[in-house]
C-alpha cells in the first residue's frame, strides 16, 4: 500500500479484555515498528521485526503485551487482560531496513475503561 | 536522566522568525538522529536524519549535530504558522533500530 495502515483507529474495551491491534506495513518494507505514545510523551518502543522474527522486544512491557508477524508483512499486536494503563495511542512503523528513518501509521487510539 | 531532553516549551516565534528546537541525548554510542514533526491527533512524521558532526540543511530547515557535547538542533528559517506542531527529537545507535524519543517541544508560530 501507500502507507502503513493501521485498524482500527479506535479502540474501546473494558478492563480485563483481549485486544488486537493491526498494522499493514508498506509493501515491501522488511522491517515493522510498534511503538505506544501517552498523551504529552513521545513514542514508546515496544518491539522490531526483521521479517517474520522479533529482533528486539525489549520494550514490551509485561508478558501481557505480545506481537506477531507470520508472513513477515501484516502484524499484530496482542495484549491480554488489558488494564486502564494501557490506554494510549499505538503506533506502527515501517522501513526498507536502510538508513534513513521510518514512516509511522496513523495509529490506534486504544482506551480501557 | 533521560536519554533524550528536549524543552516542552511552548516556544514561541513570530512568522518569518528562525525559530531553534534543542535536543541532548545521554547515549554515547548514539549514532543516528532523526527530528519528526507532529501535529496534534496526528502520527509523527519523519522532518530530517543525521549522523556526521555539523549541518544538513533541507529546505528551511537546518539539523545540526554536536556529538561531542551530544546535542542536536533544528533550525526552522521562515517560521510559518503551518510549522506549529510539536517536534520531536529520537536517536539510534542504528539508523535501523529502535528509536528513543524525547518527550517533544511544542512550536506556536504567531501570524
Known amino acids: 500500500g501507500a502507507g502503513v495502515s493501521q485498524t482500527p483507529s479506535n479502540k474501546v474495551t473494558e478492563k480485563g479484555k483481549y485486544v488486537e491491534l493491526r498494522c499493514d506495513p508498506i509493501?515491501?518494507?522488511?522491517?515493522l515498528y510498534w511503538y505506544r505514545q501517552s498523551l504529552g510523551q513521545g513514542p514508546e518502543f515496544l518491539i522490531y521485526?526483521?521479517?517474520?522474527?522479533?529482533?528486539?522486544d525489549s520494550g514490551l512491557p509485561n508478558d501481557r503485551f505480545f506481537a506477531v508477524r507470520p508472513e513477515g508483512s501484516v502484524s499484530t499486536l496482542k495484549i491480554q487482560r488489558t488494564e486502564r494503563g494501557d490506554s494510549a495511542v499505538y503506533l506502527c512503523?515501517?522501513?526498507?531496513?536502510?538508513?534513513?528513518?521510518?514512516?509511522f501509521g496513523s495509529g490506534t487510539r486504544l482506551t480501557v475503561v | 536522566q533521560k536519554e533524550v531532553e528536549q524543552n516542552s516549551g511552548p516556544l514561541s516565534v513570530p512568522e518569518g522568525a528562525i525559530a531553534s528546537l534543542n535536543c541532548t541525548y545521554s547515549d554515547r554510542g548514539s549514532q543516528s538522529f532523526f527530528w519528526y514533526r507532529q501535529y496534534s491527533g496526528k502520527s509523527p512524521e519523519l522532518i530530517m536524519f543525521?549522523?556526521?558532526?555539523g549541518d544538513k540543511e533541507d529546505g528551511r530547515f537546518t539539523a545540526q549535530l554536536n556529538k561531542a557535547s551530544q546535542y542536536v538542533s533544528l533550525l526552522i528559517r521562515d517560521s510559518q504558522p503551518s510549522d506549529s506542531a510539536t517536534y520531536l527529537c529520537a536517536v539510534s545507535r542504528t539508523g535501523f533500530q529502535k528509536l528513543v524519543f524525547g518527550t517533544g517541544t511544542r512550536l506556536l508560530v504567531s501570524p
Open positions: 521485526f526483521q521479517g517474520t522474527g522479533a529482533a528486539d
Open positions: 509493501s515491501g518494507h522488511t522491517a
Open positions: 543525521i549522523y556526521s558532526n
Open positions: 512503523a515501517s522501513s526498507s531496513g536502510s538508513e534513513g528513518g521510518y514512516t
